[in-house]
């Protein structure tokens, strides 16, 4: 097993290209080529965590967190980050980061909150926009089944629920092959036309090589004709946050008591209690306070997240109950996801869920 195979299976369900523009996910230490023994998966990567790894033998860590977030412009050991790049160097030790491209999958950070709270008809809070491209090509008839097959192997034609997604229209093209071509149909100098197949079919942005090269790959045409649209829509896939529905609607303080018990919370602090049952909940991992508004939005009777600031919570304006866990709290089922990846894909390899305890929050 290597880094890249490791990495090929996370990046496969959570793409770097869904991270924030601020984001610092990927491989942060280590050569991707590099042989891995085991892995230990982890929320944050802290001394601690390092000092586990070596201990368990472990010489990749999974993090959510990146070790590295703003620009390191020497490693002496000043700090902890530049201490615990040294260690990871001198050790040989991988560090990877998923961080909020796996808050904005369907499945990572905030589907695994809906799960612990029991959440069914589960959506994304907000989905991204103009991540979308449209393809349209024409294909001679005959060939059109294995030119779309390719194009959606690689990962075009999903829309929600389904795949392989596209339209097909039939009609005629028309060109003329000059002395220096190598027509699959018809022949040089005259004007030949062709039944074909306008077909069309979305895909996400980052995909447009892979896509293109499969339609290149595929298509019996010596010159394709393609065209590469981007869309306005959104990608109702992906996003941040999630909001969902309890089975039964529940008492304000029952719900926010069992938030507390599901997310071994030491308190929790939340708005003004509305004096109505609860039944539609927003939840977001970590910090969460910027979909305050699109909670509200979706009519969600609780908004579920951490870090909320004091002046925050007035925002509510007594319209939705805030419940405030904490960054960490809501987080820390994040370790399971990657520990699952790996264990589906690899079931003979070793993954350790880190012991450690990196919330640097603590109360009386």
């Not at 201490?83 to 961080?99: C, E, G, R, V």
């Not at 950070?109 to 449209?134: F, Q, T």
């Not at 036309?193 to 942005?205: C, M």
Request: hydrophobic residues 40%.
């Amino acid at each position: 097993m290597k880094v890249k195979d490791i990495i090929y299976e996370i990046e496969r369900f959570a793409p770097l290209a869904y991270q924030e523009s601020y984001d610092n996910a990927g491989l942060l230490v280590g050569d991707r080529e590099m042989e891995v023994n085991a892995v230990l998966v982890t929320l944050d990567c802290t001394p601690e965590v390092l000092e586990e790894a070596l201990e368990k033998g472990a010489n990749m860590i999974l993090t959510h967190h990146p070790v590295i977030f703003s620009g390191v412009k020497r490693i002496t050991g000043a700090n902890m980050v530049e201490q615990i790049l040294i260690t990871a160097i001198k050790n040989d030790i991988a560090i990877y980061a998923s961080h909020t491209n796996l808050d904005s999958v369907i499945g990572g950070v905030n589907s695994r909150i809906c799960e612990k709270i029991g959440l069914e008809k589960i959506e994304i809070l907000d989905p991204i926009k103009a991540s979308l491209s449209k393809l349209v090509t024409f294909v001679p008839s005959e060939h059109a089944e294995d030119v779309q097959q390719a194009v959606f192997n690689a990962g075009a034609g999903h829309i929600g629920n389904y795949d392989c997604c596209g339209y097909n229209l039939e009609g005629y093209g028309s060109f003329r092959a000059n002395d220096k071509a190598n027509p699959f149909v018809g022949n040089i100098g005259e004007i030949h036309k062709e039944k074909e197949i306008r077909f069309e079919t979305v895909f996400p942005k980052y995909l447009k090589g892979r896509v293109i090269n499969a339609l290149l790959a595929a298509h019996p045409y010596e010159e394709v004709a393609y065209d590469i649209y981007s869309l306005e829509n959104e990608f109702k896939q992906v996003g941040i946050g999630m909001v969902g529905e309890l089975k039964e609607p529940v008492d304000e303080l029952v719900f926010l008591n069992r938030l507390k018990k599901i997310f071994n919370a030491q308190v929790v602090r939340h708005t003004k209690l509305l004096d109505k049952p609860v039944r539609k909940i927003a939840v977001c991992g970590g910090s969460g306070s910027f979909l305050l508004t699109r909670a509200m939005a979706a009519k969600a009777d609780v908004f579920v997240t951490g870090d909320f600031k004091y002046h925050q919570f007035f925002e509510a304006e007594n319209k939705i109950l805030v419940a405030d866990l904490g960054h960490y709290e809501t987080e820390q089922f994040t370790k399971d996801i990657f520990y699952d990846l790996i264990q589906k894909k690899f079931p003979n390899f070793a993954v350790h869920l880190s012991e450690i305890n990196s919330n640097p929050i603590n109360y009386l």
